[in-house]
């Protein structure tokens, strides 16, 4: 089993639509959650950055942590042409980063 | 802004030629990364470097070397490459302190072994 699992879909929606992206954890000792968005032939860009349970939000963007569930999410509202990428979770318990592999999405005009 | 600068953008090489991949980040950044990225199997950790001279082996170092003279630079050796090389090789670098630090990232080369 993997430390960390992401679907790695496609998945397509139409633009203004609600976008959710999802991983699940086993290490319970990871404090550290992390969403990358990269775009086609460019490297990872940090998108949102949570310590810990909890929300955060950034704009369209909401990150949530479940501890409890070992579960993490990202909400896109309001979804454009432009979100269309590459979206990595990625965690740590203060070491190395684990990654997810990675869910390509695309929103369509 | 972090600026990650890998070299080469995409790279053509021989089986059992030795390869050098170039990253230079402008932050003074103590910590610095190399992944490779594969479909289906995401990012793979294959050396890490925390200081100039310094370097740890990730998950897999096999077949990769890497060299750090310089703080702002980290290299990845090919010793002698063979086609399961062939892939996408991201360099990240992130502040001392590391604790859940996020890594910044350059925009990779894609390297392909023939």
């Known amino acids: 089993q993997k430390e960390v699992e992401q679907d790695p879909g496609p998945l397509s929606v139409p633009e203004g639509a609600i976008v959710s992206l999802n991983c699940t954890y086993s290490?319970?000792?990871?404090?550290?959650f992390m969403w990358y968005r990269q775009y086609s032939r460019k490297g990872p860009e940090l998108l949102m950055y949570?310590?810990?349970?909890g929300n955060k939000e950034d704009g369209r963007f909401t990150a949530q942590v479940d501890k409890s569930s070992k579960y993490i999410s990202l909400f896109i509202r309001d979804s454009q042409p432009s979100d269309s990428a590459t979206y990595l979770c990625?965690?740590?318990?203060?070491?190395?980063?684990?990654f997810g592999q990675g869910t390509e999405l695309s929103v369509k005009p | 802004d972090v600026k990650v600068t890998q070299s080469s953008r995409y790279l053509v090489k021989r089986t059992g030629e030795k390869v050098f991949l170039e990253c230079v980040q402008d932050?003074?950044?103590?910590?610095m990364f190399w992944y490779r990225q594969d479909p289906g199997l995401g990012l793979r950790l294959i050396y890490f470097?925390?200081?100039?001279?310094?370097?740890e082996k990730g998950d897999i170092p096999e077949g990769y070397s890497v060299s750090r003279e310089k703080k702002e630079r980290f290299s990845l050796i090919l010793e002698s490459a063979s086609t399961n090389q062939t892939s996408m090789y991201l360099c990240?670098?992130?502040?001392?302190?590391?604790?859940?630090?996020?890594?910044?990232f350059g925009d990779g080369t894609r390297l392909s072994i023939l």
């Open positions: 990240a670098s992130t502040r001392q302190g590391f604790r859940g630090q996020p890594q910044h």
């Open positions: 470097s925390y200081d100039v001279k310094m370097k």
């Open positions: 932050m003074d950044h103590e910590n």
């Open positions: 290490n319970s000792a990871f404090q550290y």
């Open positions: 990625a965690m740590s318990e203060g070491g190395k980063l684990i």
């Open positions: 949570t310590y810990s349970s």
